[in-house]
């Protein structure tokens, strides 16, 4: 009940993102400089074949026009037509959205599965040589750019070893998935699947894993010398039980709102690593359009990851209060 | 409360069985794709097999290497190019760039074509004359068929030509102008096996035009389906036929079967794209492309010293200058344009930061063109002159700032910065760098009044049509869309060559036009860009200098 309510009211709040992110995509046209007309056209187009191509990509209309048109089929379900590719911006960016998404999911497994238990040993082995190496692992982890991650992974790992391919997209999630019941033989796509998205989900993982493996131990440590904690080592609970099913289950609380909101950006932040692996995700396609000055294209793409932002929050906040009852949601 | 604890307790276990799983997983996958990839690499992204049949690859495992003369038999032969951007949809006429010309020309094709030397061959048309001064006829092809088995006609070829040059057709394209060139077109005739042509203008240079431009759709197909359709799917009458499309990703072609030339060596053919040339590069090195674009200095060692793959540069057909415009100090005076060309070490920018890869130029038209003039020697750097005659214009102690676009030519901003240091290295002149993203400064270099051009700018010019007036033309003639000249002398000369029918009299004045060039010197004429290409060891394949990559040509090594 007040699940459904908590759920409207962030959807309402989202449809606000939205529209405020169309909103400011559309006064960035006003102050940037260049036109899509410059990647539409060859250099020595005539002013008239200038005009002629703008008047036909609705351009020679007053901003406001623009702007109101785009709104109005925005409602109806229609993101227009990418000015330089002539396709429809629709089908551009729900095809990209798999492709981000898998990699995002990859980037938040790889960090989940190394940080949880390296946190959780380097707090419960507080300042041994386990807890050290750990602590530098991460600091080193935060403070390498991913991009240079993602060169060094390819260099070493796909050309110089050959283990892994260098870039762009294989087998799909879903392929895989297919596999197990159709015609292709599943180890070999499993493998084709994991030759490509391994190294960019490692390049992309490190960082929160980084920040996760910090939180995790911080949080432990903190929930370690609590007074309940005392007390069930008091009343004879085994050390397991007290360590894994009390402390780590509240220190999971922050840790999982940051995992939320991380994969929120995950979703949308991943372009440079995109771009280094080639990855036909969403932040290449964003790149692209803002180098052509592809409006609806990158619009398209920025409703795209404003709701998958939304939406993210809306599930932490449930996955919330499942973890922690206290929480009310008013 | 307790039920709900022991709940969640099992969800917890269950994540966590599940996230040791995936570990687990992820690590026996890691070690079972070490064993497993070098096979894969080797088929070169064909996904048709699973890498089990394919073992002759460098990296092989010892045993199979001696049976290398397997694979020459019923395996297919699939083809990799990487550019270094995609298309922009895959409408042949609704484009301008050389990325989505180089895809789309796998599946296209005009009424004529051009050989590795740039030179004009036959493609849809089997032959073709002027009848009249302004009207070239051209004979079609018997037996061409489209993609979708449908027979060219005419009439196609008709619909082709005016959607290209006018806007009652296919609306207002981006190619306007390139098959009437600086005329317009009157007329298109379609008749019985043959399309007769009528201009504007005398259009002297009707034949350079087609043999680049003007690639033939078929109208009913082009009519029936819509914009988006069109721009994600192919149907043209050459050498390979689509069968994938990836928007910004990857495009997927076969042979065509039915094709009425030569069919294509290879089977399939995949092209992508990555922009980053270290990433190119690595793909190459790593056998997953066969063919890559624009492989940098930096990196040719790298390639050239590996065993898999190779270098291949051929002087392309793009020139690199720096323009000054004429009406504005200190370059309105020609002995200060002329000083700048003698303060460049253009010798020394191309040994050093191109390794060697570029051709000192002295005039706008590059040696394989039509109206390059032989007798023209480059200024060559002399910066005692430079500070004579700048001292002798006027203008010593003037500061002055080189504007250059971030990555749109091959180590533009390298280029810029030695050219704007050996400028600033005169005792009188000041000169400094100003970086700009491309797109903006083509806002400026575009602007509709001279007045409004940068003063200063580092810009390439392409010109696939092999001609000295398809540069002359738009960049340094008083009417041109990005000129920064206006000479009464050069307009002259180009309004003559323009109304010139005898080639040989026409390629005269042309010359005449580039010693004057030369000598007004409205460019610190730099040099010819070379394209450099990494080719696998796996394909044989030759480059060519309209930067086109004709993968039909490719064959197995």
Same mark, same amino acid.
């Not at chain 1, 499993?190 to 929160?208: D, H, Q, V």
């Not at chain 2, 009157?186 to 240079?205: M, Q, R, S, Y």
């Given at each position: 009940?007040?699940?459904?309510?908590?759920?409207?009211?962030?959807?309402?709040?989202?449809?606000?993102?939205?529209?405020?992110?169309?909103?400011?995509?559309?006064?960035?046209?006003?102050?940037?400089?260049?036109?899509?007309?410059?990647?539409?056209?060859?250099?020595?187009?005539?002013?008239?074949?200038?005009?002629?191509?703008?008047?036909?990509?609705?351009?020679?209309?007053?901003?406001?026009?623009?702007?109101?048109?785009?709104?109005?089929?925005?409602?109806?379900?229609?993101?227009?037509?990418?000015?330089?590719?002539?396709?429809?911006?629709?089908?551009?960016?729900?095809?990209?959205?798999?492709?981000?998404?898998?990699?995002?999911?990859?980037?938040?497994?790889?960090?989940?599965?190394?940080?949880?238990?390296?946190?959780?040993?380097?707090?419960?082995?507080?300042?041994?040589?386990?807890?050290?190496?750990?602590?530098?692992?991460?600091?080193?982890?935060?403070?390498?750019?991913?991009?240079?991650?993602?060169?060094?992974?390819?260099?070493?790992?796909?050309?110089?070893?050959?283990?892994?391919?260098?870039?762009?997209?294989?087998?799909?999630?879903?392929?895989?998935?297919?596999?197990?019941?159709?015609?292709?033989?599943?180890?070999?796509?499993?493998?084709?699947?994991?030759?490509?998205?391994?190294?960019?989900?490692?390049?992309?993982?490190?960082?929160?894993?980084?920040?996760?493996?910090?939180?995790?131990?911080?949080?432990?440590?903190?929930?370690?010398?609590?007074?309940?904690?005392?007390?069930?080592?008091?009343?004879?609970?085994?050390?397991?039980?007290?360590?894994?099913?009390?402390?780590?289950?509240?220190?999971?609380?922050?840790?999982?709102?940051?995992?939320?909101?991380?994969?929120?950006?995950?979703?949308?932040?991943?372009?440079?690593?995109?771009?280094?692996?080639?990855?036909?995700?969403?932040?290449?396609?964003?790149?692209?359009?803002?180098?052509?000055?592809?409006?609806?294209?990158?619009?398209?793409?920025?409703?795209?990851?404003?709701?998958?932002?939304?939406?993210?929050?809306?599930?932490?906040?449930?996955?919330?209060?499942?973890?922690?009852?206290?929480?009310?949601?008013? | 409360?307790?039920?709900?604890?022991?709940?969640?307790?099992?969800?917890?276990?269950?994540?966590?069985?599940?996230?040791?799983?995936?570990?687990?997983?992820?690590?026996?996958?890691?070690?079972?794709?070490?064993?497993?990839?070098?096979?894969?690499?080797?088929?070169?992204?064909?996904?048709?097999?699973?890498?089990?049949?394919?073992?002759?690859?460098?990296?092989?495992?010892?045993?199979?290497?001696?049976?290398?003369?397997?694979?020459?038999?019923?395996?297919?032969?699939?083809?990799?190019?990487?550019?270094?951007?995609?298309?922009?949809?895959?409408?042949?006429?609704?484009?301008?760039?050389?990325?989505?010309?180089?895809?789309?020309?796998?599946?296209?094709?005009?009424?004529?074509?051009?050989?590795?030397?740039?030179?004009?061959?036959?493609?849809?048309?089997?032959?073709?004359?002027?009848?009249?001064?302004?009207?070239?006829?051209?004979?079609?092809?018997?037996?061409?068929?489209?993609?979708?088995?449908?027979?060219?006609?005419?009439?196609?070829?008709?619909?082709?030509?005016?959607?290209?040059?006018?806007?009652?057709?296919?609306?207002?394209?981006?190619?306007?102008?390139?098959?009437?060139?600086?005329?317009?077109?009157?007329?298109?005739?379609?008749?019985?096996?043959?399309?007769?042509?009528?201009?504007?203008?005398?259009?002297?240079?009707?034949?350079?035009?087609? /043999?680049? @431009?003007?690639? *033939?759709?078929?109208? $009913?197909? #082009? %009519?029936?389906?819509?914009?988006? !359709?069109?721009?994600?799917?192919?149907?043209?009458?050459?050498?390979?036929?689509?069968?994938?499309?990836?928007?910004?990703?990857?495009?997927?072609?076969?042979?065509?079967?039915?094709?009425?030339?030569?069919?294509?060596?290879?089977?399939?053919?995949?092209?992508?794209?990555?922009?980053?040339?270290?990433?190119?590069?690595?793909?190459?090195?790593?056998?997953?492309?066969?063919?890559?674009?624009?492989?940098?200095?930096?990196?040719?060692?790298?390639?050239?010293?590996?065993?898999?793959?190779?270098?291949?540069?051929?002087?392309?057909?793009?020139?690199?200058?720096?323009?000054?415009?004429?009406?504005?100090?200190?370059?309105?005076?020609?002995?200060?344009?002329? /000083?700048? @060309?003698?303060? *460049?070490?253009?010798? $020394?920018? #191309? %040994?050093?930061?191109?390794?060697? !890869?570029?051709?000192?130029?002295?005039?706008?038209?590059?040696?394989?063109?039509?109206?390059?003039?032989?007798?023209?020697?480059?200024?060559?750097?002399?910066?005692?002159?430079?500070?004579?005659?700048?001292?002798?214009?006027?203008?010593?102690?003037?500061?002055?700032?080189?504007?250059?676009?971030?990555?749109?030519?091959?180590?533009?901003?390298?280029?810029?910065?030695?050219?704007?240091?050996?400028?600033?290295?005169?005792?009188?002149?000041?000169?400094?760098?100003?970086?700009?993203?491309?797109?903006?400064?083509?806002?400026?270099?575009?602007?509709?009044?001279?007045?409004?051009?940068?003063?200063?700018?580092?810009?390439?010019?392409?010109?696939?049509?092999?001609?000295?007036?398809?540069?002359?033309?738009?960049?340094?003639?008083?009417?041109?869309?990005?000129?920064?000249?206006?000479?009464?002398?050069?307009?002259?000369?180009?309004?003559?060559?323009?109304?010139?029918?005898?080639?040989?009299?026409?390629?005269?004045?042309?010359?005449?036009?580039?010693?004057?060039?030369?000598?007004?010197?409205?460019?610190?004429?730099?040099?010819?860009?070379?394209?450099?290409?990494?080719?696998?060891?796996?394909?044989?394949?030759?480059?060519?200098?309209?930067?086109?990559?004709?993968?039909?040509?490719?064959?197995?090594?």
């Amino acid at each position: 009940m007040s699940l459904g309510r908590l759920a409207v009211k962030r959807s309402l709040q989202g449809i606000g993102v939205v529209w405020g992110v169309i909103t400011v995509v559309f006064a960035l046209r006003f102050i940037t400089p260049g036109s899509v007309i410059n990647a539409v056209a060859p250099l020595d187009a005539s002013q008239e074949t200038r005009q002629a191509i703008a008047a036909e990509l609705g351009l020679d209309q007053p901003l406001y026009v623009q702007y109101g048109q785009y709104l109005v089929e925005l409602v109806q379900g229609d993101m227009g037509f990418s000015y330089v590719k002539g396709q429809a911006v629709v089908t551009m960016v729900f095809e990209r959205v798999p492709a981000t998404l898998e990699l995002a999911v990859a980037a938040t497994v790889v960090a989940i599965v190394l940080s949880i238990p390296l946190g959780v040993l380097s707090a419960t082995r507080r300042n041994s040589p386990v807890d050290y190496g750990a602590t530098l692992f991460s600091l080193g982890g935060i403070s390498t750019p991913n991009f240079w991650l993602g060169i060094m992974l390819i260099l070493v790992f796909a050309v110089q070893f050959d283990v892994f391919q260098t870039s762009g997209r294989g087998a799909t999630s879903v392929a895989v998935v297919a596999s197990l019941v159709g015609p292709e033989p599943f180890v070999g796509t499993l493998l084709e699947w994991l030759s490509y998205i391994t190294l960019p989900a490692i390049a992309l993982g490190t960082y929160f894993m980084a920040l996760i493996t910090r939180l995790t131990r911080s949080g432990m440590l903190d929930e370690l010398g609590k007074s309940y904690v005392r007390a069930a080592r008091a009343k004879g609970a085994p050390e397991a039980l007290v360590r894994y099913k009390h402390a780590l289950r509240n220190t999971l609380i922050p840790v999982i709102t940051v995992l939320g909101l991380q994969l929120g950006t995950l979703i949308g932040g991943a372009v440079i690593t995109e771009a280094v692996f080639a990855w036909p995700g969403l932040g290449t396609l964003v790149i692209q359009s803002i180098n052509l000055r592809d409006w609806p294209a990158l619009q398209g793409c920025l409703i795209v990851i404003g709701t998958a932002f939304v939406i993210v929050n809306i599930v932490v906040d449930i996955i919330y209060g499942y973890l922690d009852p206290r929480v009310v949601y008013d | 409360m307790p039920r709900d604890e022991s709940e969640s307790q099992v969800d917890r276990r269950t994540l966590l069985k599940a996230v040791g799983g995936a570990a687990a997983t992820v690590s026996v996958a890691g070690c079972g794709g070490a064993q497993n990839t070098p096979t894969e690499g080797g088929d070169d992204g064909g996904d048709e097999d699973d890498g089990e049949t394919e073992t002759d690859t460098p990296m092989g495992d010892g045993e199979t290497e001696d049976t290398p003369t397997d694979d020459g038999g019923e395996e297919s032969f699939s083809v990799g190019v990487t550019l270094g951007q995609m298309d922009s949809g895959l409408d042949p006429h609704d484009h301008a760039e050389t990325p989505t010309n180089i895809i789309v020309s796998q599946a296209y094709e005009g009424l004529m074509g051009r050989d590795k030397e740039g030179a004009i061959i036959a493609k849809l048309a089997t032959e073709w004359e002027r009848v009249e001064p302004g009207t070239a006829r051209f004979t079609l092809r018997d037996g061409v068929t489209f993609q979708n088995g449908d027979e060219l006609t005419s009439e196609d070829v008709r619909y082709s030509i005016r959607r290209v040059e006018t806007e009652e057709v296919g609306g207002a394209l981006p190619q306007d102008g390139d098959l009437a060139g600086t005329g317009t077109l009157e007329n298109v005739e379609a008749g019985d096996g043959e399309v007769t042509v009528t201009f504007g203008g005398l259009n002297p240079i009707v034949f350079q035009l087609f /043999a680049t @431009n003007g690639q *033939v759709m078929q109208q $009913s197909w #082009v %009519e029936e389906n819509g914009t988006d !359709f069109i721009n994600r799917n192919v149907n043209g009458t050459g050498p390979f036929q689509l069968t994938g499309y990836e928007s910004g990703t990857s495009v997927s072609y076969e042979n065509y079967g039915d094709y009425w030339g030569e069919p294509a060596a290879a089977d399939e053919l995949t092209m992508t794209a990555s922009s980053e040339s270290s990433t190119r590069v690595n793909q190459l090195l790593a056998e997953e492309t066969d063919i890559v674009t624009n492989v940098p200095p930096q990196e040719i060692s790298r390639v050239q010293s590996s065993d898999v793959a190779s270098v291949n540069p051929v002087p392309s057909t793009r020139i690199i200058f720096l323009q000054m415009r004429y009406d504005l100090e200190p370059f309105s005076s020609q002995q200060f344009r002329q /000083a700048m @060309n003698y303060a *460049v070490d253009v010798e $020394s920018i #191309v %040994e050093n930061v191109l390794q060697g !890869f570029g051709e000192i130029t002295g005039q706008p038209t590059l040696s394989q063109f039509t109206g390059h003039n032989p007798d023209i020697d480059p200024y060559g750097y002399d910066p005692d002159e430079a500070e004579r005659l700048v001292e002798e214009s006027g203008h010593a102690g003037v500061d002055i700032t080189l504007q250059t676009p971030i990555g749109r030519y091959l180590r533009d901003v390298e280029i810029a910065q030695a050219a704007a240091n050996q400028i600033d290295s005169l005792s009188n002149v000041n000169c400094e760098l100003q970086q700009r993203e491309f797109n903006s400064l083509v806002q400026d270099v575009t602007a509709p009044n001279i007045e409004d051009r940068p003063p200063f700018t580092l810009l390439g010019w392409g010109n696939a049509e092999f001609d000295a007036s398809q540069t002359i033309v738009p960049l340094l003639t008083s009417d041109g869309a990005l000129s920064i000249l206006q000479n009464e002398e050069v307009d002259s000369l180009i309004e003559e060559a323009q109304n010139e029918s005898n080639p040989d009299e026409r390629e005269q004045v042309l010359q005449e036009c580039n010693q004057l060039l030369h000598d007004l010197a409205p460019w610190v004429f730099l040099h010819q860009q070379f394209s450099v290409y990494g080719v696998s060891n796996n394909v044989q394949w030759q480059p060519r200098p309209d930067e086109l990559i004709d993968a039909w040509t490719a064959t197995q090594n």
